[in-house]
């Protein structure tokens, strides 16, 4: 996996991750706990995601993406997900990994895994437009129109 993903994995606060059903029709949907996993593949816990996990068991080809709000910049994966359930094989040593990032009172339900088949960058449009925008800039930019302000 390339340092520059990874990097974007572990800053971002949430992944949103793209299903579709039998037909077709697309949900998106906010992800809290989400980790690369090594082997290639990214980890997403199931807290609250039935949507998800029906669609995946129809169709289980997956997008996602990952942002930095203030960056705004980020990657996208597409990859094959398959759930994993608490007496499946994976399962325990994938939710020890996923509870270093939150306790028990996020009730895992099960672990998306997501075996990834393509990356890409995301980037938003002023990057293109405006060619010598800096990153830094376009932080500011972003501190600006959300009304955050730093210490």
Wanted: aromatic residues 10%.
């Amino acid at each position: 996996m390339e340092h520059k993903i990874l990097q974007s994995i572990e800053k971002s606060v949430l992944c949103w991750l793209a299903t579709a059903n039998e037909l077709g029709v697309p949900n998106v949907s906010p992800k809290e706990l989400f980790l690369y996993g090594g082997n290639n593949n990214l980890l997403i816990a199931n807290i609250a995601s039935p949507v998800s996990v029906k669609n995946i068991g129809l169709n289980s080809k997956v997008c996602v993406s990952f942002v930095d709000v203030f960056e705004q910049r980020g990657f996208k994966i597409i990859g094959t997900a398959t759930v994993l359930k608490c007496g499946d094989n994976k399962f325990q040593g994938y939710l020890a990994m996923l509870r270093v990032l939150a306790d028990e009172r996020f009730p895992i339900q099960g672990i998306i895994e997501v075996e990834i088949e393509e990356t890409a960058s995301i980037k938003a449009p002023s990057y293109f437009l405006f060619p010598d925008l800096t990153v830094e800039q376009q932080i500011q930019s972003g501190l600006k129109t959300y009304g955050v302000y730093r210490k």
